[in-house]
């Protein structure tokens, strides 16, 4: 039983035209400056939001109506782009870039992805989620990993240069595989990693190796943590995951929930099949909101995974 995923998930919307050339033309770049807008992010990941008539969630993960919140950009100052800015692209010929700086006196309207990565509309969400992205590569690549010397950025942001011969470096992604297993019928399987609360469950997900094919990956990442052999294996969508630098490859996958589960030790505390109306009546609780009372907890991923586009694809069907 194959499904697609009923909406993109939050973090794949993107308005923002991602202008390869725009890169390379220096004089283009200095032309658009006084134009352009600012995205600013913190070393915490934070960017300024105005949330509108509702306010901000309670909490990083609850539910957000989308489009409820709009990214607060700022003008540019000054002549020419600064050496640590990164061009994200364009949107209705306005120039948009990201720089990382220190958070104002404003902090409290300061919010990350996981927090308002759902509220953003589609622009928002690009250009934060390119911003982070970027960001946090820059600051992991300082240095060259062939003669360790200082690296510089170049191309506006997309690429660094090391000092001793010249290597080039660009930002680096690292692809994870998440896989919703069901039966084929009427269970999915959801799983609890150790350091989460009592309660919080979410499909399964790991890194892939090097030399390793996603689907591959998802055959290994299944058994090794919870001992599942899976079959019919099929893509269902991505999203970028900047924290710091990973691409989230969607998958569903069918399992045999007579065979028992078998936890990985130190990966997840707890692995569980649960029913299609088990999960509609936690999806209908709200993000991370508790279960009727007297049922077991279920809490479930915020809007902002794929995670829960998945589930709710799943649960839709």
Excluded at 143 to 161: E, K, Q
Excluded at 230 to 256: E, H, I, K, T
Excluded at 305 to 310: L, P
Aim: glycine residues 10%.
């Amino acid at each position: 039983m194959s499904f697609p995923l009923i909406a993109p998930p939050v973090l794949s919307r993107s308005a923002v035209l991602r202008d390869e050339p725009l890169r390379l033309d220096a004089d283009r770049q200095l032309r658009d400056w006084p134009s352009a807008r600012l995205v600013v992010v913190d070393d915490k990941g934070r960017t300024p939001v105005d949330w509108g008539a509702g306010g901000p969630p309670e909490g990083p993960w609850d539910t957000v109506a989308e489009d409820s919140a709009r990214l607060r950009t700022r003008p540019t100052s000054g002549h020419a782009p600064p050496p640590d800015a990164v061009l994200l692209g364009e949107a209705d010929g306005v120039a948009y870039w990201a720089v990382r700086r220190e958070a104002g006196e404003d902090q409290g309207e300061w919010a990350d992805l996981r927090t308002a990565g759902a509220a953003l509309d589609a622009l928002g969400a690009g250009l934060l989620t390119g911003a982070v992205a970027v960001l946090n590569w820059h600051d992991a690549a300082r240095f060259c990993g062939r003669d360790g010397s200082p690296m510089h950025p170049g191309n506006a942001g997309w690429h660094r240069v090391c000092e001793a011969h010249g290597h080039e470096d660009y930002p680096r992604t690292d692809p994870a595989i998440i896989c919703l297993v069901h039966d084929g019928a009427d269970q999915v399987l959801l799983a609890r990693q150790p350091t989460w609360p009592e309660g919080r469950y979410s499909v399964l997900a790991g890194f892939v190796e090097a030399g390793e094919s996603l689907e591959a990956c998802v055959l290994r990442e299944i058994h090794e943590e919870v001992g599942a052999h899976v079959r019919d294996v099929r893509y269902l969508g991505s999203q970028a995951w900047p924290f710091p630098r990973s691409l989230m490859v969607g998958f569903s996958a069918v399992a045999d929930p007579e065979v028992p589960l078998v936890p990985a030790d130190g990966e997840i505390a707890e692995a569980m099949w649960v029913s299609r109306a088990e999960l509609r009546r936690a999806l209908e609780a709200g993000d991370w909101g508790a279960s009727p009372q007297g049922e077991r907890p279920l809490l479930l991923p915020g809007r902002v995974s794929i995670a829960r586009s998945m589930l709710e694809s799943w649960a839709a069907l």
